[in-house]
C-alpha cells in the first residue's frame, strides 16, 4: 500500500534571501516576505492565493502578520514544528503536506527568517529553550559546549576516527566555494584552515562550527497535480518523518551510553524508510542539516549510510563532492560553507539539486534526503524526488 505522502505534493517555488551577520538591509519581516514573493515569482504563482504556513525553530514571524504585504485572501492554516532548534526543518514539510492533503489549505509556504537586529543571536535562541539548571551548574551555556561533549563521546568511547570531520568540512567548502551565494564563494580552504582555527568547545574550532547569518528562505508546496500546470519542474515530497524515541532529548539521554553521542534520528530514519519503500542504498543526494561538523557525522551514522565502525569508508572527501562521489553531501555549501539560516538553504538546494539548478550538479540524481536536528530533542527527515514514483 503506498503511503499518503508519496508523490502527493510538490514544491513548485523556492526563494532564498543570504546576507552576512547584522548585515541585512531589511528588516527580518521584510527579508521574508521578499523570500517569499521570489519563491512564488519562479513558479508563476499570485502570492495572494498563499493560504497556510509552516515553520520551526522558534521562528518570530506570525503568519497572520505577513497577509497584507503578500495580499493573501484568506488564511486558513499555519503551523510550527516544536523544538528550539533546527530538528523541525524536514517535519515542516510532512505539516504542510498534511494540510494540503486533508483540504485545510491548498498553497503553503513553508519558512524560516533570522535577521539579528529582529530575532537576536541564534545561539542564544537555542539554549533559552534547551538550558535548564543542570547544565548551568556545570558550566554549560552555549550550543557549542553542548555537542562538543557528545562529539568527544563519539570518538572516544565509540571509536570515530577525529579526522573524518575534516573530510565532511572539506567537501562543504569545495561545494560552497563553486556556490554564487555561498559565504565561502571563490573562496580556498585546506584541512590546515581548519586545525589551525580559533578554539571554540575541544574538539570544535571555528570551522567545525555553522556559520550564522542574516535572511530568509521560502519554499511553496501545493499538490501534485497543481505542480504539474506551474512555471517550474515539480519537486514531489516521497515521504516525511519525525520524533523520537524513549530516552531521547534533553538531560535523558546522558543516561543511555547507546544514544549519547547518536544524533536521534534512528527511529525517524526507520519510519522514513518504511513509508517510502526506500532504503539508504536509493538515497542519491543528501542535504544535511551540520549544526556541528560531528553531529553531521552522527546523523549519516543514524540514517543508515555507515556505522560508527566504517564511517571512515564512506566520509571521505572524494565520496562527498559532487564531482563523482558515491554520497554527495551539501551540495551548497551546507550550514557550514554556505551560510546559515537554521538550515532553510540545505531545503532550497534540495529542490534546486532535483532541479538541475544546483550550482554544483549531482549528475543524474532522483533523490534526496533532507535531515533537520541534529540532536535536537525533536528530528525530522524527509525524501524528495524529482519524479512522483
Same mark, same amino acid.
Given at each position: 500500500m503506498t503511503h499518503p505522502l508519496y508523490g502527493t505534493t510538490a514544491i513548485a517555488g523556492v526563494g532564498l534571501r543570504q546576507y552576512r551577520r547584522g548585515a541585512s538591509p531589511l528588516p527580518e519581516r521584510s527579508t521574508l516576505v521578499e523570500a517569499i514573493l521570489a519563491a512564488c515569482a519562479e513558479a508563476g504563482f499570485d502570492p495572494a492565493g498563499i493560504d497556510g504556513f509552516v515553520s520551526y525553530g522558534d521562528d518570530k514571524n506570525e503568519p497572520v502578520r505577513l497577509m497584507p504585504a503578500l495580499g493573501i485572501r484568506e488564511l486558513r492554516w499555519s503551523a510550527s514544528v516544536w523544538g528550539g532548534g533546527g530538528g523541525g526543518i524536514a517535519g515542516a514539510f510532512g505539516i504542510a503536506a498534511a494540510a494540503i492533503l486533508s483540504g485545510q489549505a491548498s498553497a503553503v509556504v513553508i519558512f524560516r527568517a533570522l535577521v539579528e537586529g529582529g530575532s537576536g543571536r541564534m545561539s542564544a535562541a537555542v539554549m533559552a529553550h534547551h538550558l535548564n539548571d543542570h547544565m548551568l551548574a556545570a558550566g554549560l551555556v552555549s550550543p557549542a559546549?553542548?555537542?562538543?561533549?557528545?562529539? *568527544?563521546?563519539?570518538?572516544?568511547?565509540? +571509536?570515530?576516527?577525529?579526522?573524518?570531520?575534516?573530510?565532511?568540512v572539506r567537501a562543504s567548502y569545495h561545494h560552497?566555494?563553486?556556490?554564487?551565494?555561498?559565504?565561502?564563494?571563490?573562496?580556498?580552504?585546506?584541512?590546515?584552515? !581548519?586545525?589551525?582555527?580559533?578554539? #571554540?568547545?575541544?574538539?570544535?574550532? !571555528?570551522?567545525d562550527c555553522s556559520r550564522e547569518n542574516d535572511g530568509a528562505g521560502a519554499l511553496l508546496m501545493v499538490s501534485a497535480e497543481r505542480a504539474r500546470d506551474l512555471a517550474k519542474p515539480p519537486v514531489y515530497l516521497l515521504g516525511c518523518a519525525q520524533g523520537t524515541e524513549a530516552g531521547w532529548g534533553d538531560l535523558l539521554d546522558?543516561?543511555?551510553?547507546?544514544?549519547? $553521542?547518536?544524533?536521534?534520528?534512528?527511529?525517524?530514519?526507520? *519510519? !522514513?524508510?518504511?513509508?517510502? =519503500?526506500?532504503?539508504? $542504498?536509493d538515497i542519491d543526494v543528501v542535504q544535511l542539516y551540520e549544526n556541528f561538523d560531528a553531529q553531521g557525522v552522527m546523523s549519516l551514522i543514524?540514517?543508515?549510510?555507515?556505522? $560508527?565502525?566504517?564511517?571512515?569508508?564512506?566520509?571521505?572527501?572524494? *565520496?562527498?563532492?559532487?564531482? =563523482?562521489?558515491?554520497?554527495?553531501?551539501?551540495?551548497? =555549501?551546507? *550550514?557550514?560553507?554556505? +551560510?546559515? #539560516?537554521?538550515?532553510?538553504?540545505?531545503?532550497?538546494?534540495?529542490?534546486?539539486?532535483?532541479? =538541475?539548478?544546483?550550482?554544483?550538479?549531482?549528475? +543524474?540524481?532522483?533523490?534526496?534526503?533532507?535531515? +533537520?536536528?541534529?540532536?535536537?530533542?525533536?528530528?525530522?527527515? $524527509? #525524501?524528495?524526488?524529482?519524479?512522483p514514483g
Open positions: 559546549q553542548v555537542c562538543a561533549i557528545r562529539a *568527544n563521546r563519539l570518538f572516544e568511547h565509540h +571509536g570515530v576516527p577525529r579526522e573524518i570531520v575534516e573530510e565532511l560552497g566555494s563553486r556556490n554564487p551565494e555561498a559565504v565561502a564563494y571563490g573562496q580556498p580552504f585546506d584541512a590546515d584552515m !581548519l586545525r589551525h582555527s580559533r578554539l #571554540i568547545a575541544e574538539p570544535f574550532r !571555528l570551522f546522558n543516561d543511555d551510553d547507546d544514544l549519547y $553521542a547518536t544524533a536521534g534520528f534512528r527511529p525517524v530514519a526507520r *519510519n !522514513l524508510y518504511a513509508a517510502t =519503500g526506500l532504503s539508504p $542504498a543514524d540514517h543508515g549510510f555507515c556505522t $560508527a565502525e566504517s564511517a571512515a569508508d564512506l566520509i571521505r572527501f572524494e *565520496n562527498l563532492i559532487a564531482d =563523482g562521489g558515491r554520497l554527495p553531501v551539501n551540495t551548497s =555549501g551546507g *550550514n557550514l560553507a554556505q +551560510g546559515f #539560516i537554521h538550515g532553510i538553504g540545505l531545503a532550497v538546494e534540495a529542490v534546486r539539486q532535483l532541479r =538541475g539548478e544546483s550550482a554544483n550538479p549531482v549528475a +543524474g540524481a532522483r533523490t534526496c534526503l533532507l535531515a +533537520g536536528g541534529p540532536a535536537s530533542p525533536t528530528v525530522s527527515s $524527509a #525524501i524528495f524526488a524529482n519524479s
